[in-house]
């Protein structure tokens, strides 16, 4: 009978049970929370380097990076000083200027291989600024290594579960001439 009292005690017993509950959903609750913040934050990077692209393409398009004579990694130093979200700017971007003679002719190749990898446009980047009146691209690609467990089997377009961020311009340059 006492037994028999007690199983009955066990069973309406309901200490600890907010504990099993909270220990069952905090996993998956703070990886959805943090994959949550990671996107954010990579939208964040790639709102940065929308700005700082379209500030060193300005130079370029305005003339002012020819008339300066300022170099490919210059260049991209430029581009890096604006981008203020960004860590690790200096190896994870990757900038590629390349001239046409007119917006038809534009051709640009595509920045991942087909297994995944950064091709040769992005790992070897063209650095050709033009001359008045040339059309030009500006090309950036970024990186992003994900810091969430499994969240890059998800968002992630590039073999070894990284995003690939990308932003560019396409103008033609001003017809700054010599003045």
């Given at each position: 009978?006492?037994?028999?009292?007690?199983?009955?005690?066990?069973?309406?017993?309901?200490?600890?049970?907010?504990?099993?509950?909270?220990?069952?959903?905090?996993?998956?609750?703070?990886?959805?929370?943090?994959?949550?913040?990671?996107?954010?934050?990579?939208?964040?990077?790639?709102?940065?380097?929308?700005?700082?692209?379209?500030?060193a393409a300005r130079m370029i398009r305005t003339g002012q990076v020819d008339k300066k004579g300022?170099?490919?990694?210059?260049?991209?130093?430029?581009?890096?000083?604006?981008?203020?979200?960004?860590?690790?700017?200096?190896?994870?971007?990757?900038?590629?200027?390349?001239?046409?003679?007119?917006?038809?002719?534009?051709?640009?190749?595509?920045?991942?291989?087909?297994?995944?990898?950064?091709?040769?446009?992005?790992?070897?980047?063209?650095?050709?600024?033009?001359?008045?009146?040339?059309?030009?691209v500006v090309r950036a690609y970024y990186e992003w290594s994900f810091v969430t467990p499994f969240?890059?089997?998800?968002?992630?377009?590039?073999?070894?579960?990284?995003?690939?961020?990308?932003?560019?311009?396409?103008?033609?340059?001003?017809?700054?001439?010599?003045?």
């Open positions: 009978m006492r037994l028999r009292i007690r199983g009955k005690k066990l069973r309406s017993c309901d200490k600890g049970a907010a504990a099993i509950e909270f220990a069952l959903l905090a996993v998956p609750f703070f990886m959805l929370l943090m994959g949550t913040f990671e996107t954010g934050a990579m939208l964040l990077v790639n709102y940065s380097m929308d700005d700082g692209i379209a500030d300022i170099t490919a990694a210059q260049f991209k130093q430029l581009a890096c000083n604006k981008m203020y979200v960004v860590s690790d700017c200096a190896s994870k971007l990757h900038v590629d200027v390349r001239k046409f003679k007119d917006f038809a002719s534009v051709n640009i190749p595509p920045a991942l291989d087909s297994d995944g990898n950064l091709s040769g446009s992005v790992t070897k980047p063209a650095y050709q600024i033009g001359k008045p009146m040339d059309v030009v969240i890059g089997k998800f968002l992630s377009n590039m073999s070894n579960d990284k995003r690939l961020l990308a932003t560019g311009a396409a103008f033609r340059n001003e017809p700054y001439g010599d003045s």
